[in-house]
C-alpha cells in the first residue's frame, strides 16, 4: 500500500495554482457534502430504518473512508473524522428541510464540479483522477477511485501543515 505521503505528493502535483487550491478547499467539502447526501438519501433496509436517523449508507461510507484513512495515517484519519462529523452534522440538518436532500445534493454536487473543472482548466491540468493508472503496480485500476478519497485528505493534511501538526 502507498503511504500517505506519497498519494498526497502526487495529488498535489495538479493542485498548485493558488486559485484552483482555493476552489478546491471550497468545493471539495461541498462535493464530500453532497455525496453524503446523495447516500443519506437511499433508503435503508426496514429492519435499521427505526433504529437511529444515523444509521444510512451516509454514515457507513464515511466510516468505509475513515477505516482507509486509518490505513493511511492514524492523525490525518483523526482530522478527517471530525470533519466527516460536521458534515454529517450538516447532511442531518439538510435533511429536515422542506426540499428533498436529494435535490439539495444533486445541486450542490454539480456545482461543485463544475468549480473543480474551472480551477484545474486554470491550473492547466487534468485532475488526478483521470490519471491512468492501470498500468502502475502501486495504482493499479483503482488508482483513479483512490484520488477521489485523497482529495478530502489532501485538505486535512493542509491544514495540518498550516498549523504546523505532524502527520
Known amino acids: 500500500m502507498r503511504s500517505a505521503e506519497a498519494w498526497l505528493r ?51 461510507a464515511a466510516l468505509a473512508a475513515l477505516a482507509y484513512y486509518l490505513c493511511l495515517s492514524v492523525p490525518l484519519a483523526a482530522g478527517s473524522a471530525a470533519a466527516l462529523a460536521v458534515l454529517l ?10 426540499v428533498p436532500l436529494w435535490a439539495t445534493s444533486l445541486a450542490v454536487f454539480v456545482l461543485g464540479w463544475i468549480g473543480q473543472f474551472v480551477g484545474h ?12 493508472t492501470s ?8 488508482g483513479a477511485l483512490q484520488f477521489l ?3 478530502p485528505l489532501w ?13
Not at 498500468?135 to 483503482?142: S, W
Not at 485538505?155 to 502527520?167: D, F, G, S, W
Open 89 to 98: 452534522a450538516l447532511t442531518g440538518a439538510l435533511a429536515q428541510l422542506p
Open 155 to 167: 485538505l486535512v493534511a493542509a491544514l495540518y501543515r498550516a498549523l504546523r501538526l505532524p502527520y
Open 121 to 132: 482548466a486554470i491550473e492547466g491540468r487534468r485532475p488526478s483522477f483521470f490519471k491512468d
Open 149 to 151: 478519497l485523497i482529495g
Open 10 to 60: 502526487e495529488y498535489g502535483e495538479s493542485h498548485q495554482h493558488p486559485t484552483n487550491e482555493l476552489l478546491h478547499f471550497v468545493c471539495v467539502p461541498a462535493i464530500v457534502l453532497a455525496v453524503l447526501g446523495l447516500l443519506w438519501s437511499l433508503p435503508v433496509p426496514v429492519m435499521f430504518a427505526g433504529l437511529s436517523p444515523w444509521l444510512n449508507w451516509a454514515t457507513l
Open 135 to 142: 498500468a502502475d503496480p502501486h495504482l493499479g485500476r483503482l
